[in-house]
């Protein structure tokens, strides 16, 4: 295709960190590829500038940014990998999916990004899809082309369950999956099998295998929030999804980011993960100080990926690990602090003010009380005053 630029193979590409120059040259992309200085909106603004300085360390003003098209983007970037190229791309989806409506001239700017680039992604499709305002084909390219389209019945083994029907099927009548999943009480104080354990007590989430329990593929990414320390609030479910989207080498897992803004910003799907339901406006509410959160994840679950292998969090059996403590855990997995500037945006932990939703809250102090026990939410409580988080996911 003419004007496309063809990525140096990994062995030969540069992966020094970027300069100045190719920061200000990927950034005046990014802000190109959603319509130019004068059509991006503020919400797109802050979001591709937080994401640029949590991942770069360097921001610069609107004003500043040169005007990149696609063949100058792709000689800023002519020495780095496809890899790198592909997340450059999905930082303009993620722009785009910020829209409450993607317009055309937006998804064709990213087709030609893609091509200069010389960059295939099958989400694109649903960009396409989104443009011309077929939402149900949307959904089903998330289906087809994600996260959930490279699911392989072997991806769920870390799950203990074999033979599920697809990656989010619900399993509400298996005694030994719950058992399994209650014994994590008996995991060491500080491992992370306790953590879990606690976490899913004082939010009264049953276990995989009982009643109106989560998708035991769904359930693996709680580990994750105990792993990475993030709260249970949609703000939170935004946080970690960004997080384990960056640690996973795949470029398909950026499936479970847009998942997640589709759900609970643009209401672009109605549905997600066989559990959450369509609950917008959630990152617009805090604009800044979300994008500073997602931004800090992204960086986060990055720097997890390329030290620890870019495993897919999602699959590996964690209870092999239950009873190692956290902390040796995050070592291992490389992961690093959240930024100052991530705390003071508002990102929590499980275990503190704002870290737990007020459905979720009542939920676990009902669930203790139909067993005769003290509710115990190991230092989370809702947020106060009362956030935007109303909604009752789980």
Not at 104 to 111: K, N, Q, S, T
Not at 207 to 226: I, T
Not at 231 to 255: C, K, L, P, Q, W
Request: proline letters at 5%.
């Amino acid at each position: 295709m003419s004007g496309q630029s063809a990525a140096p193979s990994i062995e030969q590409a540069n992966w020094a960190d970027p300069s100045d120059d190719e920061v200000r040259g990927v950034s005046g992309a990014l802000v190109e590829a959603l319509g130019g200085r004068n059509r991006i909106s503020a919400i797109q603004v802050v979001t591709v500038s937080a994401i640029t300085r949590s991942m770069t360390g360097r921001s610069f003003d609107l004003d500043e940014l040169p005007t990149v098209g696609p063949a100058q983007l792709a000689e800023v970037l002519a020495h780095r990998a496809e890899p790198w190229r592909r997340r450059i791309l999905h930082v303009m989806m993620i722009g785009a999916l910020l829209l409450d409506e993607v317009p055309a001239d937006i998804h064709d700017r990213l087709e030609a990004y893609a091509a200069a680039l010389g960059v295939t992604d099958d989400m694109l499709d649903i960009t396409e899809k989104l443009a011309t305002g077929t939402k149900a084909a949307a959904l089903a390219d998330f289906q087809r082309s994600g996260y959930e389209g490279a699911w392989t019945a072997e991806s769920t083994t870390g799950t203990g369950v074999a033979g599920l029907e697809s990656a989010w099927a619900i399993v509400e009548d298996d005694p030994q999956l719950a058992a399994r999943w209650a014994a994590l009480a008996t995991c060491p104080a500080r491992s992370i099998g306790r953590g879990v354990h606690d976490f899913y007590a004082a939010r009264g989430f049953a276990f995989p295998g009982q009643p109106g329990s989560a998708p035991p593929l769904l359930a693996q990414h709680d580990w994750v929030h105990v792993l990475a320390d993030y709260g249970s609030t949609v703000a939170s479910e935004i946080e970690v999804f960004s997080f384990i989207s960056m640690a996973n080498e795949d470029a398909r897992a950026f499936s479970l980011q847009a998942m997640v803004l589709s759900l609970f910003e643009s209401g672009h799907l109605a549905t997600g993960a066989g559990l959450f339901e369509s609950d917008t406006g959630h990152f617009s509410a805090d604009g800044e100080r979300m994008a500073v959160r997602m931004g800090d994840a992204m960086r986060r679950g990055f720097l997890c990926g390329t030290r620890a292998g870019g495993d897919d969090l999602l699959s590996l059996d964690w209870f092999d690990l239950a009873d190692e403590p956290l902390e040796d855990l995050r070592r291992r997995f490389h992961i690093v602090p959240k930024s100052q500037e991530a705390w003071e945006a508002g990102s929590v932990t499980a275990w503190e003010q704002g870290g737990i939703s007020p459905f979720q809250f009542d939920q676990g102090r009902a669930a203790a009380a139909s067993t005769g026990l003290n509710h115990e939410p190991h230092g989370a409580s809702p947020a106060m005053p009362a956030t935007a988080d109303a909604s009752n996911t789980r």
